[in-house]
């Protein structure tokens, strides 16, 4: 009949085996001298003779050798210590540990040995880098954001129009900021889709019907697609009030394309009033021209034609997904 010992030694056993953590043994001078069966399973030891003996810092590196050595050193003070970091299982795959490091004292309660109880928290760390980037960019993208109100709103209010006409403007063109911040949210801020960009900023202000649009599907970053939603913005209003959108039989076409890395977009208008240049230029055009063109780190120009106002948007392709 097993003995009291034995039962409690199985017991042990059990507890050592089911645990997923990686609990050693080290022998005072730091060299591995016992690995629990679950820890050799979580550091994917097939066989623990062959590491046996070995300095347990080898398997850290860079600073975490010194985090390990002090742990080693306060153990054989007496002291018990903590630290966390990165360490290769045997078949070199890097995982984040939360570590904890003792002393086993013997019967003159001097160290004899030290228990080190490593616990794989990879998952852990990995949700908080994720949480520190998302807190990061959502930072980023708000001065961005912000900027650009500050902008529109300094912009439009020094504009030479009246009251009603400089909240009216300035309420657009935040709604038109909203919408692209709404469909850039759903799509978790990463890309977004330039007919979604393009068919979201000319809704507003004609039917489908008046525009003809040609392109090749490509992603737009943030703050791409918030330039270009507000400069289209500005070009359909001034559509409507000056160009192809004022007459019924106008139309308007936007069309982009990609060749030898350069992107082009082309906003015309045919079948509207006579275009004329107009005496002053107001922050619609700038937008339009100068923010819009600075968004994609390219440029761009309006002409006026006879026949309706031509825009045109030249940026490297590689802008197109750059924040």
């Known amino acids: 009949m097993p003995t009291k010992e034995m039962r409690d030694a199985r017991f042990m056993w059990s507890l050592l085996a089911a645990s997923e953590d990686c609990i050693k043994v080290l022998n005072l001078d730091g060299t591995l001298a016992f690995m629990s069966e679950g820890g050799q ?30 742990a080693v050193s306060e153990a054989n003070a007496g002291r018990s210590s903590r630290f966390q970091g990165y360490a290769n299982t045997i078949t070199g795959r890097s995982r984040y540990w939360d570590v904890q490091v003792s002393p086993i004292l013997g019967s003159d309660g001097r160290p004899e040995a030290i228990l080190s109880v490593s616990r794989d928290i990879t998952a852990l760390k990995e949700a908080e880098d994720r949480l520190r980037l998302i807190n990061g960019e959502t930072q980023h993208r708000m001065k961005n954001t ?16 009246d009251a009603s006409e400089t909240k009216k403007s300035f309420l657009a063109r935040l709604v038109t900021l909203d919408d692209a911040q709404a469909m850039l949210t759903k799509a978790n801020w990463e890309r977004a889709a330039i ?8 809704a507003p202000h004609a039917p489908v019907s008046r525009f003809v649009i040609e392109g090749p599907e490509l992603e737009l970053s943030s703050k791409c697609a918030l330039g270009l939603a507000l400069g289209l913005h500005e070009l359909a209003t ?14 308007i076409h936007i069309s982009w394309s990609v060749e030898d890395e350069t992107f082009q977009l082309f906003w015309t208008e045919q079948g509207g009033p006579q275009v004329a240049v107009p005496s002053r230029r107001g922050f619609g055009s700038r937008i339009i021209e100068q923010a819009l063109a600075g968004y994609f780190n390219g440029a761009s120009t309006i002409t006026y034609e006879p026949h309706g106002l031509k825009f045109v948007l030249n940026a490297p392709a590689e802008q197109l997904t750059m924040d």
């Open 41 to 70: 399973r979580t550091m994917n030891v097939s066989d623990f003779n062959s590491i046996k003996g070995c300095p347990w810092p080898d398997f850290w590196s860079g600073d975490h050798k010194l985090d390990v050595a002090f």
């Open 146 to 161: 912000l900027a650009m109100v500050r902008a529109i709103a300094t912009q439009t209010l020094n504009s030479d129009l």
């Open 195 to 202: 007919y979604d960009i393009v068919r979201t900023a000319i």
């Open 238 to 251: 001034n559509a409507l009030k000056y160009g192809a959108l004022r007459e019924e039989s106008g139309w």
